[in-house]
């Protein structure tokens, strides 16, 4: 699934130094799958279970008039120490009028523990200190640039 990013004021560069303290490991998950037009409900119900932080989100897209919507988030969860980033998305199938595509592409890793946090420190501090001002200002871009990790889920177009 392609991504297009616009590399506006040197973004790429600076998003290759913030992704150097993600880590490599966590639980990843990918799924592409089709449905008929009626049961578009069904699966907003299914996702708004499993990712309830984006419930309101894709309650509206129980309401909007179309059929084709598409989400990326990136959550900092506290309770579970753990950063979360979800891609959704539903479009209409090619070729036919009453099947619908859909993807959901999730990615989780642990926050980083003390010690991680004191090496960062030490060895990755402007790293991490860009990573925290474009998740403020980008976190969408963010979200995409670790769920491409390891080249399986969302492809980055940097245009």
């Not at 913030?18 to 880590?23: E, G, R, S, V």
């Not at 989780?108 to 960062?120: M, Q, S, T, W």
Request: with cysteine; net charge positive.
């Amino acid at each position: 699934m392609d991504y297009s990013i616009e590399n506006v004021n040197n973004l790429k560069k600076r998003c290759e130094k913030a992704m150097k303290i993600i880590p490599k490991y966590g639980d990843f998950t990918k799924n592409y799958f089709s449905i008929e037009k009626e049961k578009l409900s069904d699966i907003i119900k299914q996702w708004q279970n499993d990712y309830p932080d984006l419930y309101y989100e894709l309650e509206q897209w129980k309401e909007g008039s179309g059929f084709t919507y598409e989400t990326i988030s990136l959550l900092r969860k506290n309770k579970t120490k753990k950063v979360e980033c979800v891609f959704l998305k539903v479009y209409e199938s090619e070729g036919t009028t009453d099947i619908l595509n859909c993807v959901d592409i999730y990615r989780n890793y642990p926050k980083p523990g003390k010690i991680l946090k004191v090496r960062n420190i030490l060895f990755k501090r402007k790293s991490e200190k860009i990573f925290n001002q474009l998740v403020k200002s980008n976190s969408k871009i963010i979200a995409a640039l670790i769920l491409s990790g390891n080249n399986n889920g969302l492809k980055i177009l940097w245009k």
